[in-house]
């Protein structure tokens, strides 16, 4: 895993263009505008902050939630016709060092297994309500919960798309670093129930998911295990040199044909880890890797899946206010992953209109 990280003035010149120059890069898909499905059905958003760090080492990731939900966001969600409409907080509890659960060297995982509990109802609760749950993470063991939450509320055919610099599938047995938020996807694939011990404190987490319906997007730091679980079970990986060498738009276009199954997409599940970002974008992260995706990049993944009509449910996580060389790089990351989630309804880079507003006419 990469923390340390440094940028040389031509590549940093690089990241910015790509960063600023949104109208050329817009300019470079040539699609037909008119013929892309947008969604005006009102969606209402359930808002789960889950203030949580235990999955990994680094404090801070707990902050992440009250960072992100800003007046920016909700506003915006307003305008896109995706009101947030109910927030749930969720804090981890204190677990006496006696009842904390341990296996090698995998810590927390008493801790983590509430937590999690506790998301997969809350994200059942709301989809049972009609709503789109957003998890404002926190650290991306969240996902345990989040993900079996959705395949509990609608089945397990449902797609899951991990948009991450990481693979996230090591295993109990595999970890080099005992952290939960490498591990998440071993607890939720059928065909990885085989490598997982027997865990207590995780006896009420059940595969829901086959590897078949499941999608990586922005790959590049992978331990050898994991690079030997994703290529045995042909899970579909877009790893950054294959961005490069497609495009984002041909990635998009091949992921959303995959998890199409007899002429109908399946219900998504997105989770996005704020590292798939290039560190530029998103400095105040834990495990940041150098040749990540742009934010316009990021941000088209995003508006792709909007206009498929088909988000379920969000996850946005490894937000870390406390790592970071100075405020604005906390800025910077709140700035991208607050669009980042606003583009899964529907945010451009041009912005949002409300509905009923126009310029006011001048009086001469």
């Given at each position: 895993?990469?923390?340390i990280?440094?940028?040389?003035?031509?590549?940093?010149?690089h990241?910015?263009?790509?960063?600023?120059?949104?109208?050329n890069y817009?300019?470079?898909?040539?699609?037909?505008y008119?013929?892309?499905?947008?969604?005006?059905?009102?969606?209402?958003?359930?808002?789960?902050?889950?203030?949580?760090?235990?999955?990994?080492?680094?404090?801070?990731?707990?902050?992440?939630?009250?960072f992100l939900?800003?007046?920016?966001?909700?506003?915006?969600?307003?305008?896109?016709?995706?009101?947030?409409?109910?927030?749930v907080?969720?804090?981890?509890?204190?677990?006496?060092s006696?009842?904390?659960?341990?296996f090698?060297?995998?810590?927390?995982?008493?801790?983590?297994?509430?937590i999690?509990?506790?998301?997969s109802?809350?994200?059942?609760?709301?989809i049972?309500?009609?709503?789109?749950?957003?998890?404002?993470?926190?650290?991306?063991?969240?996902?345990?919960?989040?993900?079996?939450?959705?395949?509990n509320?609608?089945?397990?055919?449902?797609?899951?798309i991990?948009v991450?610099?990481?693979?996230?599938?090591?295993?109990?047995?595999?970890?080099?670093?005992g952290n939960?938020?490498?591990?998440p996807?071993?607890?939720?694939?059928?065909e990885?129930?085989?490598?997982?011990?027997?865990l207590?404190a995780?006896?009420?987490?059940k595969?829901?998911?086959?590897?078949?319906?499941?999608?990586?997007?922005?790959?590049?730091?992978?331990d050898?295990?994991?690079?030997?679980?994703?290529?045995?079970?042909?899970?579909?990986?877009?790893?950054?040199?294959?961005?490069?060498r497609?495009?984002?738009?041909?990635?998009?276009?091949?992921?959303?044909d995959?998890?199409?199954?007899d002429g109908?997409l399946?219900?998504?599940?997105?989770?996005?880890d704020?590292?798939?970002?290039?560190?530029?974008?998103?400095?105040?992260?834990?495990?940041?890797?150098l040749?990540g995706?742009?934010?316009p990049?990021?941000?088209?993944?995003?508006?792709?899946?909007h206009?498929?009509?088909?988000?379920?449910?969000?996850?946005?996580v490894?937000?870390?206010?406390?790592?970071k060389?100075?405020?604005?790089?906390v800025e910077?990351?709140?700035?991208?992953?607050?669009?980042?989630?606003?583009?899964?309804?529907?945010?451009?880079t041009?912005?949002?209109?409300?509905d009923?507003?126009?310029v006011?006419?001048?009086?001469?």
């Amino acid at each position: 895993m990469i923390s340390i990280y440094r940028v040389d003035s031509k590549f940093l010149a690089h990241i910015k263009w790509a960063f600023f120059a949104t109208t050329n890069y817009s300019k470079s898909f040539k699609f037909n505008y008119s013929k892309m499905i947008h969604n005006k059905t009102k969606k209402t958003v359930s808002l789960i902050n889950a203030k949580f760090s235990r999955g990994q080492g680094k404090p801070g990731t707990e902050l992440g939630p009250s960072f992100l939900k800003t007046k920016f966001l909700l506003s915006n969600l307003e305008n896109l016709n995706c009101p947030a409409i109910e927030s749930v907080e969720l804090e981890e509890e204190k677990v006496p060092s006696h009842e904390e659960e341990q296996f090698l060297h995998n810590r927390n995982l008493r801790s983590i297994s509430q937590i999690n509990k506790k998301l997969s109802n809350s994200v059942q609760e709301a989809i049972k309500d009609g709503h789109v749950p957003v998890l404002l993470g926190g650290d991306h063991s969240l996902a345990i919960g989040s993900v079996h939450g959705t395949a509990n509320a609608l089945g397990s055919h449902i797609g899951l798309i991990w948009v991450d610099a990481h693979a996230d599938i090591n295993t109990p047995l595999t970890s080099v670093t005992g952290n939960l938020h490498g591990q998440p996807v071993s607890f939720l694939l059928y065909e990885l129930d085989k490598y997982l011990p027997k865990l207590e404190a995780f006896s009420w987490v059940k595969p829901c998911l086959s590897a078949r319906n499941m999608v990586y997007i922005g790959l590049r730091d992978l331990d050898p295990e994991e690079t030997i679980l994703v290529e045995k079970y042909k899970i579909k990986a877009y790893s950054m040199s294959d961005i490069q060498r497609l495009g984002i738009k041909q990635v998009l276009k091949e992921t959303i044909d995959y998890l199409t199954i007899d002429g109908e997409l399946m219900p998504l599940h997105v989770s996005v880890d704020i590292d798939s970002l290039d560190p530029w974008f998103a400095p105040s992260t834990g495990t940041p890797v150098l040749g990540g995706l742009t934010l316009p990049e990021l941000m088209y993944i995003g508006n792709k899946i909007h206009e498929t009509g088909k988000l379920s449910a969000l996850d946005l996580v490894e937000v870390n206010p406390l790592l970071k060389n100075n405020d604005h790089d906390v800025e910077k990351t709140v700035f991208s992953a607050s669009r980042a989630i606003l583009s899964f309804f529907g945010y451009k880079t041009l912005g949002t209109k409300k509905d009923g507003h126009q310029v006011p006419l001048a009086k001469k």
